[in-house]
């Protein structure tokens, strides 16, 4: 078992920046594929940025020049850097783990991010 848990959610202006944090229950990076997905009301969870067992990532494009994903293998955490937010870009924010080779994932508890003035 894994657990993952988000913090660093909350109100900011447009413009303005968050980190997120997903701190994993153990070491878990070089054998699980991780990511952010975000949810807003009314519509699809969806990827937002991704990171590797290599460290290779990946951001949907909406983020991309804007949102930075990272890892600290010492302290099994995950991070999110939102940097120029947007009203858009308020979702409930989700940490995933998903297990190499294997068909199965762990999901965080969601942190809320709310972009508005």
């Known amino acids: 078992q894994v657990q993952l848990v988000e913090s660093g959610g909350g109100l900011v202006q447009p413009g303005g920046s968050l980190r997120l944090s997903c701190a994993a229950s153990r070491s878990i990076f070089s054998i699980y594929n991780m990511g952010w997905y975000r949810q807003a009301p009314g519509k699809q969870r969806e990827l937002v940025a991704g990171?590797?067992?290599?460290?290779?990532?990946n951001y949907v494009d909406s983020v991309k020049g804007r949102f930075t994903i990272s890892r600290d293998i010492a302290k099994n955490t995950m991070y999110l850097q939102m940097n120029s937010l947007k009203p858009e870009d308020t979702a409930v924010y989700y940490c995933n783990a998903r297990r190499v080779l294997l068909n199965f994932e762990y999901w965080g508890q969601g942190t809320q991010v709310t972009v508005s003035s």
């Open positions: 990171i590797s067992t290599v460290a290779s990532t």
